[in-house]
């Protein structure tokens, strides 16, 4: 049996650049909180907490002044700059570049679309820390919709933009334009660039993985996917793992592994989602070693 990880899964560039960033401030010793977890990964955050930092709810960061806070790389809305100002609060941000750009983005479509009736619609995690930033650049009134029965709260008859949260699945979006573009010119709406946009906002960086991780499932006997349960990323290369490979299993982290799910296997491919650390997949790595007693390649 051989095990082998997935060079090219672990952190994106801005999620990397987030933890770099909070690395370099708790350098000082001084308090530095998070607003949210850094990462949708429980592993990471321990590590990070165990150097010092604080992580928070939005509802705690309005008790606070005269301090520092890390935006992450998800992003914010504009009301968190608004209070950060208020209560003399030093932010420390780490957006991710991807998202500011989604953010301007999603900010000009609603003040077009606005003029003339239309609405601006998110394919996305209701309740996502970068859905909210992402709504918020439309004083709220962005619809969210995640799967065909939340359409339900688009006016057809009303022209539309549509974007998607940067970590969701390509085939998802598109699956989802071409029901709302049907929809509406059911309902009478010309399917024009007045009318309808469709804004591809999938971060490459993430949706260039999926294929290339079918490639990595497909030729290993057992697949093992490392990520966070919060990992709206994981979940949707989870899947597409599994469709490759029926012997796929997610874990968080090499506590969960189970030794049947090695059993006749002549290769194990361990990979994770872009809020996966190249170290949790090493440990997985040494814990599925010594599991069946074999050699890294």
Request: hydrophobic letters at 40%; a negative charge; aromatic letters at 6%.
């Amino acid at each position: 049996m051989r095990v082998e990880i997935d060079q090219q899964s672990g952190y994106c560039f801005g999620v990397e650049y987030a933890i770099q960033m909070a690395e370099e401030a708790l350098k000082d010793g001084q308090t530095l909180y998070c607003l949210g977890d850094i990462v949708h990964n429980a592993m990471e955050v321990a590590r990070l907490e165990a150097l010092g930092l604080k992580v928070i709810g939005r509802d705690e960061l309005a008790q606070l002044q005269n301090c520092r806070v890390l935006i992450r790389a998800h992003g914010e809305p504009p009301e968190t700059y608004r209070l950060a100002l208020e209560h003399n609060i030093e932010l420390i941000d780490a957006s991710c570049p991807v998202v500011l750009k989604l953010q301007n983005r999603v900010r000009h479509s609603y003040e077009r679309f606005a003029e003339r009736g239309g609405q601006v619609v998110i394919y996305g995690q209701q309740g996502h820390a970068e859905v909210v930033g992402l709504t918020g650049q439309t004083e709220g009134k962005a619809i969210v919709v995640t799967q065909e029965g939340d359409l339900a709260q688009v006016d057809m008859t009303r022209p539309v933009s549509l974007f998607s949260q940067t970590t969701k699945s390509t085939q998802g979006f598109y699956h989802m334009r071409d029901v709302l573009a049907q929809r509406m010119a059911a309902a009478g709406q010309p399917i024009d660039e007045q009318h309808f946009e469709a804004n591809d906002s999938i971060c490459r960086q993430v949706s260039n993985r999926e294929p290339q991780l079918r490639k990595f499932a497909a030729r290993h006997s057992v697949l093992i996917f490392v990520s966070g349960k919060k990992s709206s990323n994981g979940k949707a290369l989870f899947g597409a793992c599994l469709q490759e490979n029926a012997r796929s299993y997610f874990i968080e982290n090499e506590q969960e592994l189970d030794p049947a799910w090695l059993e006749g296997a002549t290769s194990v491919g361990i990979c994770g989602a872009t809020s996966t650390p190249m170290w949790l997949m090493e440990q997985v790595r040494t814990a599925i070693e010594q599991l069946a007693q074999v050699q890294p390649v």
